[in-house]
């Protein structure tokens, strides 16, 4: 998956959540707050950037790292509409 389509899974995930919208129930923005990679994914993604970094991404670690750009970015989106449904409440 090359940048560009993650980009535009983004964009997919932002119009279909609608993140700047607060109308989750209160019980699931709090889950979604709580929500987190796990420590082994967390270290997979710090090894992955390193590598891209350095530019010796293989092409599925690539795809890997994409996919674990896609669910930051949905992770993301759904924190930031938790915020917002929970704020004032």
């Known amino acids: 998956m090359s940048n560009v389509v993650t ?3 983004g ?3 932002s119009r279909t959540l609608k993140p700047e919208e607060g ?3 209160p019980e699931a923005a709090r ?3 709580g929500v987190n ?3 082994s994914d967390v270290e997979r993604v710090q090894t992955l ?3 891209a970094r350095e530019g010796s991404l293989t092409e599925n ?3 890997e790292l994409d996919c674990y750009i896609e ?3 949905f992770l993301d989106l759904m924190k930031s509409k938790a915020r917002i449904s929970l704020k004032g409440k």
Do not use: M, N, Q, T
């Open 7 to 9: 980009e535009a899974a």
């Open 11 to 13: 964009d997919i995930w």
């Open 23 to 25: 109308d989750l129930p």
């Open 31 to 33: 889950y979604f707050l």
């Open 37 to 39: 990679l796990s420590a």
């Open 49 to 51: 950037s390193a590598k």
């Open 61 to 63: 670690e690539d795809r």
């Open 71 to 73: 669910v930051g970015w």
